[in-house]
């Protein structure tokens, strides 16, 4: 049965009803269990132009939860990598060690809990896509809505087709149980869809908003997006489309690499998405977002529980004096270009200051770090996306330009660090394009399918126990294959 449920705000513009079918099992953590503020029968709703609004807003209040940035996120996007380990104490939630040591099983919680959150966003999508079309309203505002519905369904079953292979693909709410039920959907259709739903976004979508919609999926971030899974796919005369036309629409570095991290500077010039959050005064359900509190330095009130930590193996990748790795790490003892001193006997030696919140910010009794956006595509990334596919294609003086942009963003104005990159080798310049994303990108959830796209998995994660012909996807969550009756098949290996 449909449930609806009120979602109060998140920045800039009003999240509205929750509409949420529950198609999957749904996050554990009490502080999403919220109490309705008001409900609206099914009957009543998908009527007027406000019904759309609230519809859509619920999309993007979904993308902040739990399930989407937090432990299920960091465990299977990021922790399994060379850059991250679990931190917090070794005693503190140890099953993360299973993701990184790749010995976790189909029963392992964050599995599920990933996949519910996907699909919980895409729910929310296909309701929007099956229910707006009749209602009565400014024809413009709606095809607006509805690109902005499948720019989002094209983000989750991205992030679903990476981490699990083969995925069910469902384009519209089951009209019956006979259509809950589904098996998984070979990949490369997935693939196919994902890049429909994006080229059909980015034909309507604005390139920019006023400011009470900022923050709202636009043109460029449907383009870049588009690019990003093109290059999974290895479609490099497309990624260079795509990538050329996101670099002619007026996007740029922010001139600081460690401030373009802080909250004041989110959805600035270089940022084409964030999935947006905020701390509201007196609404505590609403300030959810737990993608700092996380992260945040442990023993610290104002810090957060110190998980999805930095390794020595990232420390090592950047070039001596790199500004990048004191703007990535934040080292214990340290104090922050903000004035926060990490004490010298927090548990970790390390922690990720992409998404450090300055203590200054901490209220008492809410998430720390709860206005912190997590940034999903910055222009930085299209340069190195722009670069890549460049060198691919043999255009080397491209690839150089857009590469080196990145490293004179780094280095400020500082030329005797991060020279530019000056070989016309296609091999040595695929290397230094692969070792400036892990630079420029790192602790961003992108690193380990990074690695495992670009084919060096064995190489970088072999010892730490990845097997090729397994571990290039993550097992299905049990469960689901359990409810499915064991339609849903599982992975290889596992």
């Known amino acids: 049965m449909k449930t609806y449920k009120n979602i109060t705000i998140q920045k800039s513009f009003i999240f509205g009803l929750a509409l949420t079918l529950l198609l999957t099992s749904s996050c554990k953590k009490s502080f ?35 399930e989407n940035t937090a432990f299920p996120a960091i465990e299977i996007e990021s ?13 503190d939630a140890i099953y993360f060690n299973l993701y990184d040591s790749f010995t976790v099983t189909a029963t392992e919680g964050a599995l599920n809990a990933f996949w519910a959150g996907q699909y ?4 929310l999508c296909n309701q929007v896509l099956d229910n707006v079309p009749p209602i009565d309203m400014d024809e413009a505002l709606k095809a607006r809505y509805l690109a902005e519905a499948k720019f989002i369904r094209g983000y989750s079953y991205f992030r679903l087709v990476r981490a699990y292979g083969d995925v069910p693909l469902r384009l519209k709410v089951p009209a019956d149980a006979t259509e809950y039920n589904i098996p998984r959907t070979d ?42 899974v093109a290059m999974y796919l290895k479609k490099w005369d497309l990624v260079l489309s795509l990538t050329n036309q996101v670099m002619g629409m007026g996007y740029g570095l922010f001139p600081d690499f460690e401030k373009n991290f802080r909250i004041e500077n989110e959805n600035n ?77 927090v548990p970790n030696e390390m922690y990720n200051q992409k ?75 695929r290397k230094a394009i692969y070792k400036e994303r892990q630079v420029e990108l790192a602790m961003e959830n ?3 399918f990074d690695v495992i796209r670009q084919g060096r998995a064995a190489e970088v994660f072999g010892p730490k126990g990845w097997k ?27």
């Open 32 to 66: 999403l269990n919220v109490d309705p503020q008001g409900q609206q029968s099914a009957t009543d709703f998908w009527k007027t132009e406000d019904d759309a609004t609230k519809a859509v807003s619920a999309i993007y209040a979904g993308l902040r939860t739990w």
């Open 79 to 91: 922790t399994a990598s060379d850059e991250a380990e679990k931190g917090s104490t070794p005693t």
């Open 120 to 123: 919980r966003n895409i729910n």
């Open 187 to 228: 990949k490369a259709l997935v693939y196919e869809q994902i890049e429909n739903d994006l080229t059909e976004a980015a034909a309507v979508l604005p390139q920019s908003y006023p400011a009470a919609d900022l923050g709202r999926a636009t043109k460029g971030a449907a383009l870049g997006m588009h690019a990003k």
């Open 269 to 345: 010039q270089e940022s084409l998405f964030e999935v947006q959050a905020q701390l509201l005064m007196g609404d505590k359900e609403a300030s959810n977002s737990q993608y700092s509190q996380v992260q945040g330095p442990a023993g610290v009130t104002e810090g957060g529980w110190g998980f999805n930590v930095p390794t020595p193996e990232l420390l090592a990748a950047f070039e001596p004096g790199d500004p990048r790795k004191d703007a990535t790490i934040l080292f214990r003892g340290e104090t922050t270009p903000q004035g926060d001193l990490i004490p010298a006997l």
């Open 355 to 429: 998404s450090y919140v300055p203590f200054s910010a901490y209220v008492s009794g809410y998430t720390q770090g709860a206005g912190q956006n997590f940034r999903v595509l910055r222009f930085a990334e299209v340069l190195l996306m722009n670069a890549e596919a460049a060198n691919e294609l043999g255009n080397t003086s491209l690839a150089l330009s857009s590469l080196n942009k990145v490293r004179a963003r780094a280095r400020g104005g500082n030329m005797a660090i991060l020279p530019d990159v000056t070989t016309t080798d296609q091999t040595a310049l």
């Open 446 to 448: 992108d690193r380990y």
């Open 468 to 494: 090729a012909n397994k571990n290039e996807v993550w097992p299905l969550p049990q469960a689901e294959i359990d409810l499915s009756g064991n339609l849903l098949t599982q992975n290889p290996g596992y």
